[in-house]
């Protein structure tokens, strides 16, 4: 009986919006493993988008052969929709997960007393058939009953979400900047138990690293690692200002590129300016944590934040934004306070250093703000 790693994941590359919020501009894999041996064990099922697809890769993969077990590492139904119709095609098939997953299994698929269910703890190792397979319980990263597998013999992790991508599985090109919005979008509330988890798998030799999202990563896998280290400690990644604003008639925007000026005068040559209400607010919020600094300019709005910035600024610190210098720019006609609303929000965020000069802006940008502007500018720069 032949050993072999099957791939049969499937991409997605019609939906518009992941989990019914993120902008996928080239799609998504939902990745599925076959270990075939002399018992056959599927890793994971896919989103019923692609139920049909991914059975018949299946089939074919099986050639023939009994599908003996499937192991479940997350039940969010991007991974876990199809589990009904695999176990209606092959009914004798025993299902691998924990506690938790058994427990919340009736909400995805209420039918399932008739198939054995295996439960494993935090490190088990089971032997199937001609392989060995050790369990990681992650737990949130990024539910509860998240687990991962790990091939002994191969040194394969099967990772769960964790090192997975917004990208389709062939795609290695921009892994980094896809892994970092997946990451501190849809995990990176959970930067503790990824750093537990890391710890567990300290020595453990891993070669490969099989997510649930993208690409297999078969190299240089210190490179991922340490990547995840990073993010798990939200730690910044690159000497830089982010400018985030918005702007009603385009005078914020005016003084956003004046600052951009005065910036890159000062030598602060990494500087990125973004329209919130233009672009992509989960790629803005993954590019504040790569940063190490940030300016938030916002227009006064109903007597407090322009909307799309209060829900950027809310989402940060859901999201545990922390370690960072923010400087602030507000804009208002006849009441500015947006600057004040914006500090209150900051100010429940850890390790947040909130620039003492803050610019306030009546209507258009004149030459008091300039003064202002280069006052914040050096307070940005000679924070560390
Ligand atoms: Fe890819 Fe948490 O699901």
Not at 112 to 135: A, H, M, S, W
Not at 217 to 244: A, C, F, H, M, Q
């Amino acid at each position: 009986m032949k050993k072999e790693i099957f791939f049969v994941g499937v991409d997605d590359k019609t939906l518009d919006l992941f989990e019914g919020q993120y902008p996928i501009s080239n799609g998504i894999s939902y990745n599925s493993y076959l270990l075939k041996g002399s018992k056959n064990i599927l890793m994971d099922t896919v989103d019923k988008r692609k139920t049909e697809e991914w059975l018949k890769k299946v089939e074919e993969a099986l050639d023939g052969e009994l599908l003996d077990y499937l192991v479940i590492s997350h039940l969010e139904p991007d991974h876990s929709a199809s589990i009904q119709k695999l176990c209606e095609k092959y009914p004798e098939i025993k299902l691998i997960g924990n506690s938790k997953t058994f427990a919340m299994l009736p909400q995805f698929y209420r039918q399932n007393e008739e198939n054995q269910k295996i439960i494993v703890e935090d490190q088990t190792v089971l032997e199937i058939g001609d392989r060995k397979l050790q369990f990681f319980l992650a737990p949130m990263v990024h539910w509860p009953e998240v687990m991962m597998t790990y091939e002994i013999e191969e040194k394969i992790l099967f990772s769960a979400d964790a090192f997975g991508t917004f990208d389709v599985a062939e795609s290695k090109e921009k892994w980094e900047k896809e892994a970092r919005r997946y990451y501190y979008n849809i995990v990176g509330k959970y930067g503790l138990p990824v750093q537990n988890l890391l710890g567990k798998l300290k020595e453990v030799p891993i070669q490969k690293i099989y997510p649930l999202h993208g690409p297999v990563l078969t190299e240089n896998l210190v490179y991922y690692l340490e990547k995840y280290r990073i993010w798990s400690l939200s730690e910044p990644e690159k000497d830089g200002v982010l400018v985030v604003y918005n702007s009603i008639y385009g005078n914020t925007k005016k003084a956003v590129e004046e600052l951009e000026k005065i910036l890159k005068e000062e030598g602060i040559e990494d500087v990125v300016l973004r329209d919130i209400t233009r672009q992509d607010s989960s790629e803005i919020l993954a590019e504040a944590f790569y940063y190490d600094k940030m300016i938030v300019a916002a227009t006064t709005y109903d007597g407090g934040i322009f909307p799309a910035i209060e829900n950027f600024l809310r989402r940060l610190k859901s999201k545990n934004y922390q370690k960072r210098t923010v400087g602030l720019i507000e804009n208002g006609s006849w009441g500015p306070v947006a600057g004040k609303c914006m500090k209150e929000i900051l100010e429940q965020m850890k390790e947040i250093i909130i620039c003492e000069q803050m610019v306030t802006i009546k209507t258009s940008y004149e030459e008091l703000q300039k003064e202002q502007m280069h006052l914040l500018v050096q307070e940005l720069k000679e924070s560390k």
